[in-house]
């Protein structure tokens, strides 16, 4: 997938990615509020994520790159219970480099890849949850349409700390 968006580029990542993935999700402001996600990050945890991604079929996980350096990240994560029943859906995931908080570039990002699931993929469901203390990523799904569906009570555990987590979903039905 490749889409030229009006602040950005979603797109496959290259191996030559990695440096600047490490840069920018490497910050501890971007980690802390990111499950999977180790602090510090290293580029061997990098050039790893890149062969994972690349290697999927279809492809899910791409890179958001502002003037071909990637500043971000967006994926989903399609049928994550592995349960047959649940084929239908996908949990959206996103980050950002904190030098590009606040411009819009994930929530034009996050539009283009939910509209992209729902043709391409023929998903009828994409949701996302979010740490309750990260109100600017719960603010980015509401711009994008998502509906808030309630709160996850002590669900995370980041750092020795319990969080609550956001649940968000967005649902197209076949016509």
Known sequence: MHFTLSKSTIRSFRLDDAASITKHIGTYSVARNMLRIPHPY???DAEQWIGIATKQDPQTNFGIAIDDEIVGGIGLDVNPSGVAACEHSAEIRYWIGEA?????????????????AFGELNLVRLYAKVFARNQASARVLEKAGYIFEGRLLTHYSRDGEFIDGLLYAMVRLPH
């Open 100 to 116: 590009y908080w606040g411009r819009g570039i994930i929530t034009e990002a996050l539009n283009a890849m939910s509209e992209w």
């Open 42 to 44: 290293s580029l061997q």
